[in-house]
């Protein structure tokens, strides 16, 4: 039996005024970095991503994510507003995805580069299908800031968690799905905004951050950010939501879908303190399909053999000196600082670094 109101005595978030006052807006700075097609910056993080987060709705109107890719360059830009993929498992060949043939309409990415903290996020719609090949047309771009790779460690090998009991009945007592949430450090999350947008957004934190109140509920905290909350403001306006969580070094996909709401319970929110220091917000999730599968795209990318426990000071300047011309692009007056940060992208590299990890220090994580 699916229960369809999530915990119901918790406080809620009903309002984008609301949500603002807890966590305020994006600054312009943030806002200038989204675009509407796949520049430099784009088409460089494509070219280096083995996996990406897919976002999108089944043919019965579902929620579903999933992990697609398998190799660095798996999408194939067409043009700056067209991107193209394979969507057929292929068990012969290097590239292995899963794509239901369902799908159509909205959808939404996260593209992974082992190594770099920054990920892409592209948000669009199919434009076209044909056998083993899917294209979609972009609507919105951007690079998303490292914080949710940095706190999950998503690149290092990770100890196996101890063994957990499952919490109550319901989908989240299903085989191997417990044993999951309590090892995995990282998620992506798909939801849909009131005019049927998608959007899959990065969360990490340390293993076992997403938490089972029973066997129907799980929450997920929002930490400090960007302050863009996509996820959360989509909410507000279409509850369906969907997941697919990854342990470093397995295999599989635990995916999750079902319907949550945005919450600022204190009282549930403390139970997700790090050091001391609460979460402003959390996702309170009432699963309806809990599933851990093996996926043939996360195993033919093999991506912490690559990586082991390093990130990819090449990659990561490379990237700093493209996302600094987008600067300069969006905004004329501030193209000779774009020029600067460019011609020094090493030394802002491990500048940004820094800042980020005293940052998250102050949320209570790990210096590492």
């Known amino acids: ?56 709705r089944d043919a019965g109107g579902r929620p579903r994510t999933t992990v697609i890719g398998g190799e660095p360059g798996f999408a194939v830009v067409e043009s700056p507003t067209r991107l193209a993929f394979a969507c057929e498992a292929a068990p012969s060949g290097p590239v292995a995805l899963a794509c239901e043939a369902g799908v159509s309409g909205a959808i939404s990415f996260v593209f992974l580069v082992p ?37 999950s460690r998503l690149w290092d090998p990770v100890a196996p968690a ?14 191997g799905v ?15 905004d009131a005019d049927g947008g ?10 076992g951050f997403v938490r089972v109140l029973d066997g129907h509920t ?20 279409d509850d369906r939501i969907s997941a697919a969580m990854l342990v470093p070094g397995r295999g599989e996909v635990l995916h999750v879908s079902g319907t949550a709401v945005v919450t600022d319970d ?40 690559r990586t082991g426990n390093s990130t990819d000071p090449t990659a990561g300047a490379e990237l700093m000196a493209l996302t600094a011309r987008q600067l300069g692009a969006k905004k004329p007056a501030l193209r000779w600082v774009a020029r600067g940060l460019a011609v020094f992208a090493r030394p802002m590299r491990r500048i940004m670094d820094a800042v980020y990890r005293r940052a998250l220090r102050k949320e209570g994580y790990d210096a590492r």
């Open 115 to 151: 190594g770099v903290g920054e990920t892409l996020r592209v948000n669009g719609s199919v434009a076209e299908r044909s056998p083993g090949r899917l294209v979609v047309a972009v609507s919105q771009t951007y690079v998303h800031c490292a914080r949710a790779i940095l706190r």
């Open 266 to 305: 204190p009282d549930l929110l403390g139970g997700s303190a790090l050091g001391g220091v609460a979460p402003r917000t959390a996702l309170v999730v009432t699963v309806e399909r809990a599933e851990v599968a093996h996926n043939p795209a996360v195993t033919a990318a093999n991506v912490w053999t």
């Open 178 to 192: 417990p044993g999951f949430l309590a090892a995995t450090p990282f998620a992506v999350v798909s939801s849909w």
């Open 218 to 237: 799980l929450v997920i905290p929002d930490r400090r950010g960007n302050k863009r909350a996509d996820t959360s403001r989509n909410l507000l306006a």
């Open 1 to 56: 039996m699916t229960r369809t109101d999530p915990v119901p005595a918790i406080s809620r978030i009903t309002t984008l005024a609301g949500l603002e006052a807890i966590i305020g807006r994006p600054s312009p700075l943030v806002l200038m970095k989204e675009l509407t097609e796949l520049d430099d910056a784009c088409r460089r993080m494509l070219a280096l991503a083995p996996l990406a987060g897919f976002g999108y």
């Open 162 to 175: 101890a063994p957990v009991t499952a919490v109550g009945d319901g989908p989240l007592s299903g085989a």
């Open 198 to 207: 998608a959007d899959t957004s990065p969360r990490g934190d340390p293993p």
